[in-house]
């Protein structure tokens, strides 16, 4: 089946169409500037044909039609009519508590995402104006929202529970619910398939990239994970600060004199590695510039990898010790400075790491740990595309 997976935010819209028979994608294409002016789509196909058109998208449903014209282009494209498209599968934020998997969309799965869209207001409102788009463009295709969140939907209460009054939690649904669920699902899945399901019962996923969390996985499924209520807790990420002691987060906002708003603004995009070296977000360029002596540089770097050691731990506690530890995203794929900081000093957890593996570059699924580790440590490559193309295909096939 030809799966049409997007990822809409407020003003942008990812989309992949893939062959879920071959697994393969044909075209991905990116939109740009939707609501503004100048808008812009590019478009590539995976032999290498580009599509390219600057045109004004005042809303999604513009977006989308764009898409549909992009996706049938005679020289371009990919297919010759919008009826060989099977299914659209939906990348959405947010399930709340309403859902624990993905669902097919009809009218009452639109109106419970509308009544979530606070919980995510960054990237709700995308998420739901794409979703009845292509409702409107494409009535008769099934559409499928995989949520961010719902991998995560197997913590026990004691691992969600914020330390706040039970009736807080009930009326406001304030909890732990972990976001990246598309990428630690199908990590954890080709974890399992590589390794066999007995050697994998105790995984912990390091998802590291511009976002970053981590998972502790038993038998498949999530126990606890670093995010929480919004993406910003947990690990020290490329802008956004992490865990952070509440009463800090006012302390600082007064000393700043600037508003609640602004204030979740700074924690999500001046702070984490970015805001401690104060030279950049991006893992390459901290690279270079610790190579160059720059002490800051370095103190970032080392920060994030220590909390990432730190959860590491926690999680091998949380699972009763661990069997395979996966990294995977941008940095977990590319940055070998980065295991190397992570996995140094964890003999402890039964770890044997192979440290001249760790600085080759290949492609594929790698192991970094030596044969006789207690602990398999991988590199798996993610492709969230990729899952959530296998999710709708599922739900739409009625698995
Ligand atoms: P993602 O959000 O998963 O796309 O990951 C983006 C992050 O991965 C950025 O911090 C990049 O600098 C980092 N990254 C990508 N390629 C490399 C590489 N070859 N070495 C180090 N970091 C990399």
Redesign the pocket.
């Known amino acids: 089946m030809k799966v049409l997976v997007i990822n809409a935010g407020s003003s942008s819209l990812k989309y992949q169409l893939i062959d879920t028979d071959t697994e393969k994608y044909l075209l991905k294409g990116l939109c740009d500037r939707i609501g503004m002016n100048g808008g812009s789509l590019e478009q590539k196909t995976a032999d290498g044909r580009k599509y390219g058109v600057t045109a004004d998208m005042p809303t999604h449903k513009e977006a989308i039609e764009m898409v549909l014209s992009a996706l049938t282009d005679k020289q371009a494209g990919a297919i010759s009519s919008v009826s060989e498209i099977g299914a659209v599968g939906h990348r959405v934020l947010h399930s709340g508590e309403d859902f624990h998997s993905s669902v097919v969309i009809d009218d009452e799965v639109v109106r419970k995402c509308e009544k979530n869209a606070e919980l995510g207001p960054l990237h709700m409102p995308g998420n739901i104006a794409c979703i009845k788009s292509c409702r409107e463009v494409m009535p008769s295709v099934p559409m499928v929202a995989v949520f961010d969140t719902t991998f995560h939907s197997t913590m026990p209460a004691k691992a969600y529970m914020y330390g706040i009054p039970y009736s807080d939690y009930e009326k406001y649904k304030v909890r732990k619910y972990g976001f990246h669920g598309t990428s630690h699902k199908f990590v954890s899945e080709e974890a399992i398939k590589y390794l066999g399901a007995d050697s994998c019962r105790r995984l912990i996923v390091c998802h590291?990239?511009?976002?970053s969390s981590i998972s502790a996985v038993k038998d498949g499924k999530c126990i606890d994970t670093s995010m929480g209520f919004t993406p910003l807790e947990g690990l020290i990420m490329?802008t956004r600060s992490g865990d952070i002691d509440p009463a800090a987060v006012d302390f600082l906002r007064a000393k700043l004199g600037i508003s609640s708003e602004e204030m979740v603004q700074y924690l999500n995009k001046k702070c984490g590695m970015k805001g401690i070296s104060e030279v950049d977000?991006?893992?390459?360029?901290l690279?270079r510039e610790m190579a160059t002596g720059n002490s800051k540089a370095q103190l970032a770097v080392e920060a994030a990898a220590y909390r990432i050691k730190k959860y590491v731990g926690s999680f091998a506690a949380a699972l009763g010790g661990v069997d395979a530890i996966a990294f995977t995203?941008?940095?977990g794929?590319?940055?070998a400075?980065?295991r190397r900081l992570v996995m140094q000093d964890t003999e402890y957890l039964g770890v044997e790491f192979d440290f001249e593996e760790n600085e080759k570059r290949a492609d594929g699924i790698r192991v970094l740990s030596a044969p006789s580790s207690a602990v398999t440590v991988l590199v798996i490559p993610?492709n969230e595309e990729l899952s959530i193309a296998r999710e709708t295909v599922a739900l739409v096939n009625g698995n």
Not at 208 to 211: K, V
Not at 281 to 285: F, G, I, L, Q
């Open positions: 590291l990239g511009n976002g490329g977000s991006d893992m390459r360029v690279e995203g941008g940095i794929e590319n940055s400075l980065m993610t």
